[in-house]
């Protein structure tokens, strides 16, 4: 009995853990312009307060937010990045074949931290971005969450470094 109470306490409390935000919050934080040009992206931790997403919408998000702030964070210096997704929504597959395209949008605070030092918070950012779906052939066969997730990382660049992690082209919908 009693270990049937602990396991159902840790599932509790491991279930209510995923949806706490991960930040601390607060206005908005600019970088210190030193840390502009030295910071290195490290880990990446996500949290949402809903459940609209497929299971591997962290993974996905992470990846993709990664790969954009490596194109943005070019230094030495380790800096850990905290996001809460606030609100999410993805475009429809039945409005992008009936309409010819849909919009998606999602919103959120973004804190860049310091592990060497407590995670002290060192910037923090609200981020908001709205893509299309790509089309019907988009809408219906893409990765929304993928494209939503790679705008996200190239705005939150954009934000915090003042500059697209893209170079100007076709490849570059956010248009650098």
Avoid: Y
Avoid at 86 to 95: I, L, N, P, T
């Amino acid at each position: 009995m009693k270990l049937l109470l602990t396991v159902v306490a840790l599932a509790a409390l491991a279930a209510t853990a995923a949806c706490a935000p991960v930040i601390q919050g607060g206005p908005p934080i600019a970088l210190p312009p030193g840390l502009q040009e030295t910071a290195q992206v490290g880990t990446i931790t996500l949290s949402s307060a809903w459940l609209n997403a497929e299971d591997d919408f962290a993974e996905t998000f992470s990846d993709e937010v990664h790969e954009e702030l490596k194109r943005c964070m070019w230094g030495t210096a380790p800096v850990n990045v905290r996001v809460h997704i606030d609100d999410m929504q993805r475009g429809s597959r039945v409005g992008a074949v009936l309409n010819g395209d849909a919009r998606q949008t999602m919103s959120g605070t973004v804190e860049f931290v310091d592990p060497a030092h407590g995670n002290r918070v060192l910037g923090r950012f609200p981020v908001a971005v709205t893509t299309n779906v790509g089309g019907r052939i988009g809408g219906v066969l893409g990765d929304r969450q993928m494209m939503l997730s790679e705008a996200f990382g190239r705005a939150l660049c954009e934000e915090a470094f003042g500059r697209n992690p893209r170079d100007p082209g076709p490849h570059n919908a956010t248009a650098g």
